[in-house]
C-alpha cells in the first residue's frame, strides 16, 4: 500500500513540475548568452592561481614535502575549476566561439588529465538520458547503481562485487583513480551507446587526445627532473576523488529520479534527479558553481558564471529541488540501490527489509 501511495505521490509530483515549469526554456534562455569578458576573467582566476600554487609546490618539493602536499590540497580545487571549465566548453557555453571553446577546452584537459573530446560527446549522452533506468544507458558519466530488484537476482558472488564496489573507499578512492589512471585510457571505454560511425569518429578523438596527454606530461616530466609525475599525480589523484563526490552527490540522494525510458521525462529528471549541493561560499566559487546542478541539468548552455544568477532570479526553478548540504551529503554514502516501488534510493539494511515483499510479488 505505501509503495503504490509513493508510486502515485511521484507521478503527481512529476505533473506538477511539468505544469508550473513549462516555460523553462524561455525562462532560462536569457542566461545561455556566453560572455567572453566573463569567461576570461574565469580562466584567468583559475589558471594563475593554479600555476602559482604549482610553483610553490615544485619549490617546496625537495625540502618541505609536507608543505608541497599541503598546497596540494588547495591547489587541486583549482583543478576543478579548471575541468569545470573543459566541461562548459564541452557543452559549448563557457566562450561564444566553438574555436575558443575547443582550444580551451582541451587546454584544461592538460590540467585535469580527463580526455576533452571523448568525456564531452559521453557526458552530452548523460545530460540526454540522466535518470533513465536501461543499461548501458544508466552508467555513463555516472556512479554505477543497481536496483533492488537486480540486486537481489544476481548471484552470491555477484552480489559481494557490487558490495565491494559500492564501499565508500572503493567507490569514492580506488574506482576514481582507477578511472582516471586506465578506464579512461583505454579504446574499449567508448560506449557502446554509440552507434559505429560516432565510435570510429570518438576512437580517433580519442587517440589524438591521449597523444596530446602524453606528449606534454612527457615533456613536462623532461623538465621538471621527474618531479612533474609526482606533483601532478598528486593533484589529479585528489581532483578526481573530488569529481567523483560531486557526480554522487548530484545523482545520488534518496529522493532521486530513475525511470524507465517510457515514463521519463527530461524535465523531471533535470528537476528531481539533480540535487542543489549547497555549499559555503569559498567552496561553491571553487567548484565552479557545479553543485547548482538542477539548472545546469535543465539548460547546458548556461555557463557555470550564469547559474547562480539563474537561480536567484528564478526562484520556481528550484522549487521542487533536493538541496544538500555539505554536512547532509555525508550520510548519502550508506545509500546502495534504486528501489523502483517507493521511488528511492535504500541502503543494504533497506533493501533487506524490501526482500520479503519482492519474493512474495515474484
Known amino acids: 500500500m505505501k509503495e503504490t501511495e509513493n508510486h502515485i505521490k511521484n507521478n503527481d509530483l512529476d505533473a506538477t513540475i511539468s505544469h508550473e515549469l513549462k516555460h523553462w526554456k524561455e525562462i532560462t534562455k536569457s542566461y545561455q548568452q556566453a560572455n567572453n569578458l566573463k569567461a576570461l576573467r574565469e580562466l584567468l582566476f583559475t589558471v594563475v592561481p593554479f600555476a602559482f600554487l604549482w610553483y610553490l609546490m615544485y619549490i617546496c618539493f625537495d625540502d618541505y614535502l609536507w608543505l608541497t602536499l599541503l598546497l596540494g590540497v588547495i591547489?587541486?580545487?583549482?583543478?576543478?575549476?579548471?575541468?569545470?571549465?573543459?566541461?562548459?566548453?564541452?557543452?559549448?557555453?563557457?566562450?561564444?566561439?566553438k574555436w575558443l571553446n575547443n582550444t580551451v577546452g582541451k587546454l584544461m584537459s592538460l590540467i585535469s588529465s580527463v580526455l576533452y573530446s571523448y568525456w564531452a560527446k559521453s557526458h552530452q549522452f548523460h545530460h540526454g538520458h540522466n535518470g533513465q533506468l536501461e543499461m548501458p544507458d544508466r552508467e555513463v558519466s555516472d556512479i554505477p547503481t543497481k536496483t533492488v530488484r537486480e540486486y537481489l537476482a544476481l548471484s552470491k558472488w555477484g552480489k559481494l562485487g557490487y558490495r565491494i564496489f559500492r564501499n565508500p573507499l572503493v567507490t569514492f578512492v580506488i574506482a576514481p583513480l582507477y578511472y582516471i589512471v586506465w578506464a579512461s585510457r583505454w579504446p574499449g571505454y567508448i560506449r557502446s551507446v554509440f552507434n559505429k560511425s560516432q565510435k570510429i569518429k570518438l576512437f580517433w578523438k580519442?587517440?589524438?587526445?591521449?597523444?596530446?596527454?602524453?606528449?606534454?606530461?612527457?615533456?613536462?616530466?623532461?623538465?621538471?627532473?621527474?618531479?612533474?609525475f609526482?606533483?601532478?599525480?598528486?593533484?589529479?589523484?585528489?581532483?578526481?576523488?573530488?569529481?567523483?563526490?560531486?557526480?554522487?552527490?548530484?545523482?545520488?540522494?534518496?529522493?532521486?529520479?530513475?525511470?524507465?525510458?517510457?515514463?521519463?521525462?527530461?524535465?523531471?529528471?533535470?528537476?528531481?534527479?539533480?540535487?542543489?549541493?549547497?555549499?559555503?561560499?569559498?567552496?561553491?566559487?571553487?567548484?565552479?558553481?557545479?553543485?547548482?546542478?538542477?539548472?545546469?541539468?535543465?539548460?547546458?548552455?548556461?555557463?557555470?558564471?550564469?547559474?547562480?544568477?539563474?537561480?536567484?532570479?528564478?526562484?520556481?526553478?528550484?522549487?521542487?529541488?533536493?538541496?544538500?548540504?555539505?554536512?547532509?551529503?555525508?550520510?548519502?554514502?550508506?545509500?546502495?540501490?534504486?528501489?523502483?516501488?517507493?521511488?528511492?534510493?535504500?541502503?543494504?539494511?533497506?533493501?533487506?527489509?524490501?526482500?520479503?515483499?519482492?519474493?512474495?510479488?515474484?
Open 206 to 228: 580519442w587517440f589524438l587526445d591521449n597523444l596530446l596527454l602524453f606528449l606534454s606530461y612527457l615533456t613536462a616530466i623532461y623538465v621538471t627532473d621527474g618531479k612533474f
Open 230 to 362: 609526482y606533483i601532478h599525480g598528486y593533484l589529479v589523484g585528489l581532483f578526481i576523488i573530488i569529481a567523483f563526490w560531486f557526480f554522487y552527490v548530484q545523482h545520488q540522494f534518496e529522493e532521486g529520479y530513475k525511470r524507465w525510458r517510457k515514463n521519463w521525462s527530461f524535465l523531471a529528471s533535470a528537476i528531481r534527479g539533480s540535487s542543489y549541493y549547497k555549499l559555503p561560499r569559498a567552496l561553491q566559487w571553487l567548484t565552479g558553481n557545479i553543485g547548482i546542478h538542477h539548472i545546469h541539468h535543465l539548460s547546458s548552455l548556461i555557463p557555470f558564471y550564469n547559474l547562480k544568477k539563474c537561480m536567484n532570479e528564478n526562484k520556481i526553478l528550484s522549487k521542487y529541488v533536493t538541496t544538500i548540504t555539505f554536512w547532509q551529503s555525508l550520510k548519502l554514502t550508506k545509500l546502495k540501490l534504486w528501489d523502483e516501488d517507493s521511488g528511492r534510493m535504500v541502503s543494504f539494511k533497506e533493501a533487506k527489509k524490501i526482500t520479503p515483499r519482492l519474493r512474495k510479488v515474484s
Open 75 to 97: 591547489n587541486s580545487f583549482f583543478v576543478v575549476r579548471a575541468f569545470v571549465i573543459q566541461h562548459d566548453c564541452g557543452h559549448q557555453s563557457f566562450f561564444s566561439s
